[in-house]
């Protein structure tokens, strides 16, 4: 039983971690593709999303 819920924290733990890289790597892959193909599209649109979380406050 131990062994059992043991299994469960981890992957309770370890999916979402594994999923929320896998899902970076692939906003990453999209980000670079669309800067190859037009930098100054890409960088409005950083400029834009910049914009956007600054007025919600959630800008470091």
């Known amino acids: 039983m131990k062994n059992y819920f043991l299994s469960i924290l981890l ?5 979402p971690n594994f999923y929320s890289q ?9 980000a670079m593709k669309l800067y190859k193909e037009d930098p100054q599209k890409a960088i409005g649109l950083l400029e834009k999303a910049s914009k956007i979380a600054e007025s919600v ?3 470091n």
């Open 11 to 15: 992957t309770i733990f370890l999916v």
């Open 57 to 59: 406050g959630d800008f």
């Open 22 to 30: 896998h899902s970076a790597e692939q906003l990453n892959d999209s």
